[in-house]
T-cell receptor
Framework: DAKTTQPPSMDCAEGRAANLPCNHS???????VYWYRQIHSQGPQYIIH???NNETNEMASLIITEDRKSSTLILPHATLRDTAVYYC?????????????FGKGTTLSVSS | KAGVTQTPRYLIKTRGQQVTLSCSPI?????VSWYQQTPGQGLQFLFE???????NKGNFPGRFSGRQFSNSRSEMNVSTLELGDSALYLC????????????FGSGTRLTVV
C-alpha cells in the first residue's frame, strides 16, 4: 500500500500558486519524498524530491515539515498546462532495490 | 539526450496469447523498472532490474516476467493473456541510488480482446 495520503482533487486559478499537500506520517529516516505528475495517458513526469530540507527547482518547490510527516508541493504560478494528476511518493528501498509505490494522487484542475 | 523509449506504443492481442514489450533506457541509466496502470488499480510496480538482475518484484502472477540485457535495455513478457491485462505498461529508468528520480517512457497501451 502507498505510504502517502493526498486529497483526491484540488482547483486552482491560472496564475495563482497551487499548494498540494501530502501526508506521510510513517516515513522512515532514510526515505525520500518524490513528486511526479501525469498528464492524461502520458508517462509520469518527475517534478522534485527531498529528504529533509526544502527544495526548489525550475518547476516547483517542496516544503517538508521538520518532523517529516508531511510535505507540500508548490507550483508558484499555475498554468493550464499544469492540469494533471500529482503523485506524492515515498521511495521505499535501499541500494539493493527500489520501488515507487503510487497512491491515487491529487487531480489538480487549473482554470482561467 | 534521448528519453526512455518504449515499443510498440499500441498493441492488440487475443486472450491466451503472449506479448513482449521493449524498453530502452536513457543512456547511462542501469536501473529499469516496469509499472502497470489500469483505471481500477492505478499505477502498480511490476519489477525492477539492475545489471541484468531482478532486484525487486511487485505482487503480480508468474505470467509476468522480464529481463534486462547487458546494454540495459529491458523487455517484459506476459504469457497467457487475460482481459484484465489490458493496461498501459510503463517503463522507467534511473541512475543507481535512491537520490535519483526515475524517468518514465510514454508507455505501451496493451488491449486484450
Amino acid at each position: 500500500d502507498a505510504k502517502t495520503t493526498q486529497p483526491p482533487s484540488m482547483d486552482c486559478a491560472e496564475g495563482r500558486a497551487a499548494n498540494l499537500p501530502c501526508n506521510h506520517s510513517t516515513i522512515s529516516g532514510n526515505e525520500y519524498v518524490y513528486w511526479y505528475r501525469q498528464i492524461h495517458s502520458q508517462g509520469p513526469q518527475y517534478i522534485i524530491h527531498g529528504l529533509k530540507n526544502n527544495e526548489t527547482n525550475e518547476m516547483a518547490s517542496l516544503i517538508i515539515t521538520e518532523d517529516r510527516k508531511s510535505s507540500t508541493l508548490i507550483l508558484p504560478h499555475a498554468t493550464l498546462r499544469d492540469t494533471a494528476v500529482y503523485y506524492c511518493i515515498v521511495r521505499v528501498g535501499n541500494q539493493a532495490g527500489t520501488a515507487l509505490i503510487f497512491g491515487k494522487g491529487t487531480t489538480l484542475s487549473v482554470s482561467s | 539526450k534521448a528519453g526512455v523509449t518504449q515499443t510498440p506504443r499500441y498493441l492488440i492481442k487475443t486472450r491466451g496469447q503472449q506479448v513482449t514489450l521493449s524498453c530502452s533506457p536513457i543512456s547511462g541509466h542501469r536501473s529499469v523498472s516496469w509499472y502497470q496502470q489500469t483505471p481500477g488499480q492505478g499505477l502498480q510496480f511490476l519489477f525492477e532490474y539492475f545489471s541484468e538482475t531482478q532486484r525487486n518484484k511487485g505482487n503480480f502472477p508468474g505470467r509476468f516476467s522480464g529481463r534486462q540485457f547487458s546494454n540495459s535495455r529491458s523487455e517484459m513478457n506476459v504469457s497467457t493473456l487475460e482481459l484484465g491485462d489490458s493496461a498501459l505498461y510503463l517503463c522507467a529508468s534511473s541512475q543507481q541510488g535512491v537520490n535519483y528520480g526515475y524517468t518514465f517512457g510514454s508507455g505501451t497501451r496493451l488491449t486484450v480482446v
